[in-house]
Structure formats: C-alpha cells, structure tokens
C-alpha cells in the first residue's frame, strides 16, 4: 500500500507569486495535517482537515489556506509568497485526528521563495 | 515559551554507545510521538506512546505522564541512526507541538 504522497518534491518561486502544495493520505485516512518546517527548526503546525472540515489551525497568516477534497487528498495554497516561506511543507495523514492514532508523514515540498 | 523541550541539541556518539534523547512537555497531552528525519527531509514515526514504554528493535521510548517527561534511547548505536530525532505531543489532536529536534551522529 502506498504511504503518504506529495507533489511537486522541490519548487522554486518568486515573491509575491501563489504555490499549491498537494497531498494524498495513505489510503483509508481521512485527516490530513500540514506543517511548515523551516531549516534548523521542529516542524510548524499548519492546518488539520477530516472529513473535508478544517479542525484545526496554526499560528499562520490568511495567505495560507487549505482544502480537503472528498477522495480525503488534500492541497495547501499559499498566496502573495514572502522569503520566509522557504520551508520545507510536511503532510502527514491519520486514521482520525485524533491524538492516539498516529501520524504518517510524507516526504515533504521543498518550497524555496527567491 | 516551547511546549515540547528537547535535550540534547545535538549529540556525538561513537557506534556502539548507549544514547538518550529526552522530551520534557507542559501541556497535557493525549499521546507522545518520536520521529526520525534523515536529511532530505521524510519523517518517519518511530513511536506512539501514551504510557510506559514501547520498545522497537534497538529503540526504547518510555514516558512518564505525571512528570512529563519521555526519552528515547538507543543501544548499541550504529552510524544508519543518524538522523534528527524530533519528539511531538498532541494535546488534542487537533494540533501536535514538535520539539526543535536532536540532531545525531555516530562515528564509526
């Protein structure tokens, strides 16, 4: 069975341009978390969606939004970039979101903003 | 302020030693992870634990709740285990606090 899938691996965009990140859940999760890890830091989080709701939200600002679709794969926009959102974007995916099933985590997006 | 402390920063073992990573937490939680991130950057999850200790092969995780404190030890290091080991909690499960993470080397 497939684990936790992001696309694109690397990308490279300029300030002030928007990026969409994407993410498919190991098969039968349905929540879906995003974080923001920056280099030399813990990872940041983001967003928690289940069941196409977001439950949960980060200490990030409105530039950053997120959806789940019903297939539970799910995708983070991020608009008007700024240099300090070079990061390396983790997707991780759960059976629930609650705190006693475990987090799956995928290989991540390496977002760098010039 | 941190909700998840993680000590040491970084660590240099030669292979073979005995190492402990440790996790101190403030806020109450419903369960503990351990992660491991290899540079490149995928995070594996080596532990879930809510209670006691779990052990995986030459990996122990133990948690105490009362004192909010776990720790991950590793016998008979190898230099495959270097990597960032990052402890997180999930108060609710709507958010996880990750720690800044350890970073690990073992000398052959």
């Known amino acids: 069975d497939a684990g936790v899938t992001q696309s694109p691996t690397h990308l490279i965009k300029t300030r002030g341009q928007q990026v969409t990140l994407r993410c498919s859940p190991i098969?039968?999760?349905?929540?879906v978390s995003w974080y923001q890890q920056v280099l030399g830091q813990g990872p940041q989080f983001i967003f928690q969606y289940y069941e196409k709701e977001e439950r949960g939200r980060g200490n990030f600002p409105d530039r950053f939004s997120a959806r789940q679709f019903p297939n539970y794969s799910s995708e983070l926009n991020v608009n008007a970039l700024l240099l300090g959102d070079s990061a390396l974007y983790l997707c991780a995916s759960s059976f629930t979101p609650t705190g006693g099933y475990e987090q799956y985590f995928g290989p991540g997006t390496r977002l760098t903003v010039t | 302020k941190n909700e998840v402390e993680q000590s040491p920063q970084n660590l240099t073992a030669q292979e073979g030693e005995f190492i402990t990573i440790n996790c101190s937490y403030s806020?109450?939680?419903?369960?503990l992870h351990w992660l491991q991130q290899h540079p490149g950057g995928g995070i594996v999850s080596l532990f879930m634990l809510s209670s006691g200790k779990k052990k995986h092969g030459r990996l122990i995780a133990t948690i105490n709740i009362q004192e909010k404190h776990s720790s991950l030890h590793i016998t008979a290091s190898h230099p495959r285990d270097s990597a960032v080991y990052i402890c997180a909690v999930s108060p609710t499960g709507n958010q996880f606090y990750f720690g800044t993470g350890t970073s690990l080397t073992v000398i052959p």
């Open positions: 806020v109450g939680i419903s369960a």
């Open positions: 098969s039968g999760h349905k929540s």
